[in-house]
């Protein structure tokens, strides 16, 4: 079964920036396109970035763009979002989500981790 | 960018009920709507895509319809697993917008 584990949340300060990993198993990682979603505490949900699924394609929320950066290593099944210039309002658990089809990307999300929580503050 | 909005924000209702939440689009999304269900502490898991499509392995008590601006979720005998947060998201611009979501209490 499709298994998504993410990792390197932490509490880092403003303006630092910090690393999330998501490794996929049970599904062919290379065939799909792959999300971010973030939470912040008690709030909804909020899409991050997509990758299709060669990392050709790359695509941001505006409340991101320029600061985040996402990728993937397709040889080692895992998922990249490098986080920098943090802001206390990037605060969130941050979840890797599958695209529900193959290439192109249907932003549909139909498999999550658990997540991992971020905190950004002084 | 497209926004979403859902109501109610939130609604009390009963083991049994029939129970409705609507999600507008400030634009056309066409069919591109998709439903999630999310309990505390827990992931989202997809309910509905498609605006009507049934994930597999959810209850068909859960149907989705609309097309266009307008949308709806309907679960019908509500059950007590049913009692959790939902979520529509567009997948029609790459901009994958949520609504603010519809908490589901227990009455």
């Known amino acids: 079964q499709v298994q998504l584990v993410e990792s390197g949340g932490g509490v880092v300060q403003p303006e630092r920036s910090l690393r999330l990993s998501c490794a996929a198993s049970?599904?062919?990682?290379?065939?799909?396109?792959m999300h971010w979603v973030r939470q912040a505490p008690g709030k909804g949900l909020e899409w991050v970035a997509l990758i299709w699924y060669d990392g050709s394609n790359k695509y941001y929320a505006d409340s991101v763009k320029g600061r985040f950066t996402i990728s993937r290593d397709n040889s080692k099944n895992t998922l990249f979002l490098q986080m920098n210039s943090l802001r206390a309002e990037d605060t969130a658990v941050y979840y890797c989500?599958?695209?529900?089809?193959?290439?192109?990307?249907?932003?549909?999300?139909?498999?999550w981790g658990q997540g991992t929580l971020v905190t950004v503050s002084s | 960018d497209i926004q979403m909005t859902q109501s109610p924000s939130s609604l009390s209702a009963s083991v049994g009920d029939r129970v409705t939440i609507t999600c507008r689009a400030s634009?056309?999304?066409?069919?591109?709507l998709n439903w999630y269900q999310q309990k505390p502490g827990k992931a989202p898991e997809l309910l509905i895509y498609g605006a009507s499509r049934l994930e597999s392995g959810d209850p068909s008590r859960f149907s989705g319809s609309g097309s266009g601006t307008e949308f709806t979720l309907t679960i019908s005998n509500l059950q007590p697993e049913d009692f959790a947060t939902y979520y529509c998201q567009q997948s029609y611009s790459t901009s994958h917008t949520f609504g603010g979501g519809t908490k589901v209490e227990i009455k």
């Open positions: 634009q056309s999304i066409s069919s591109y």
């Open positions: 989500a599958t695209d529900k089809v193959p290439a192109p990307p249907g932003g549909c999300f139909d498999n």
């Open positions: 049970g599904f062919t990682f290379s065939r799909y396109g």
